[in-house]
T-cell receptor
Framework: NAGVTQTPKFQVLKTGQSMTLQCAQDMNHNSMYWYRQDPGMGLRLIYYSASEGTTDKGEVPNGYNVSRLNKREFSLRLESAAPSQTSVYFC????????????FGPGTRLTVL | SQQGEEDPQALSIQEGENATMNCSYKTSINNLQWYRQNSGRGLVHLILIRSNEREKHSGRLRVTLDTSKKSSSLLITASRAADTASYFCATSNTGNQFYFGTGTSLTVIP
């Protein structure tokens, strides 16, 4: 079992460029989440998907879009990257809703110049 | 706005000592969880305590929850150098969202 995997591990973008962060889990979990982690801010929820076919905004959704491609995969897209989106991005999954334990991927470190 | 705030922000202790970190939150919760994050890695779940529980143990970890004060504490006994990490509390309510605190950075000196 790989758990939660994320690609890429590192990425540098120029302002205005777009990219998609990929996340996959092999635990047959229903719920998946995208967080960003900034120094001194803890983790903040960007978007989540409670089940296949549904997505909802979290605390900081502006500038992002998501796709729950199937039960395994949940991608995060930056359409026009901005320096304020420089952060470490974590994907997580849980068996059910957010009341349950979340399993995290290793993270993607994104720098926007 | 974040639910949880950890205190202290940083803690440095000698190996073998106990480490205590606290978490305060703002609104009612269904459960509270503690996670550990080693440098450059993802978060790993440590322990979950439900709103109707007051204390929970897991190995060297002891978690307490006081819903009247909206606070929780994590005690790590007989600390080891491998316990060096950041520790986060996370709360959830009846909604689908999970709120993480800002974390406590623990350094255990061998």
């Amino acid at each position: 079992n790989a758990g939660v995997t994320q690609t890429p591990k590192f990425q540098v973008l120029k302002t205005g460029q777009s990219m998609t962060l990929q996340c996959a889990q092999d635990m047959n979990h229903n719920s998946m989440y995208w967080y960003r982690q900034d120094p001194g801010m803890g983790l903040r929820l960007i978007y989540y998907s409670a089940s296949e076919g549904t997505t909802d905004k979290g605390e900081v959704p502006n500038g992002y879009n998501v796709s729950r491609l199937n039960k395994r995969e949940f991608s995060l897209r930056l359409e026009s990257a901005a320096p304020s989106q420089t952060s470490v991005y974590f994907c997580a999954s849980s068996e059910a809703r957010s009341n349950e334990v979340q399993f995290f991927g290793p993270g993607t470190r994104l720098t926007v110049l | 706005s974040q639910q949880g705030e950890e205190d202290p922000q940083a803690l440095s202790i000698q190996e073998g000592e106990n480490a205590t970190m606290n978490c305060s939150y703002k609104t009612s919760i269904n459960n509270l969880q503690w996670y550990r994050q080693n440098s450059g890695r993802g978060l790993v779940h440590l322990i979950l305590i439900r709103s109707n529980e007051r204390e929970k143990h897991s190995g060297r970890l002891r978690v307490t929850l006081d819903t009247s004060k909206k606070s929780s504490s994590l005690l790590i006994t007989a600390s080891r150098a491998a316990d060096t990490a950041s520790y986060f509390c996370a709360t959830s309510n009846t909604g689908n969202q999970f709120y993480f605190g800002t974390g406590t950075s623990l350094t255990v000196i061998p």
